[in-house]
């Protein structure tokens, strides 16, 4: 799984993260959240290299990005993954 961060207004990396948090659930399987390791790999660009959604279905992966000791921002995707 490959992140990338921008900032809103520019468009350019967004290179504040002080940490970022990526959890991964599959709701209708009962399964998570499963925590997830990212890795920084280049300016506003993170890898997620053992993420593994697995069995089929639509995952909630929701990632968490502090900038602060006290701010951070959060997002939930719905990621659908099986066979076309």
């Known amino acids: ?13 967004f290179t504040g993260t002080r ?18 390791r990212a890795y920084p790999t280049g300016p506003g660009h993170f890898t997620v290299p053992d993420a593994l959604l697995s069995p089929a279905g639509t995952w909630s992966v929701v990632i968490t990005d502090r900038v602060s000791p006290f701010v951070e921002h959060s997002v939930t995707l719905h990621v659908p993954v099986g066979a076309p």
């Open 19 to 36: 940490q970022l948090t990526v959890t991964a659930s599959l709701p209708a399987r009962g399964i998570g959240p499963l925590v997830e």
């Open 1 to 13: 799984m490959h992140l990338y961060l921008i900032e809103a207004r520019s468009g350019a990396p």
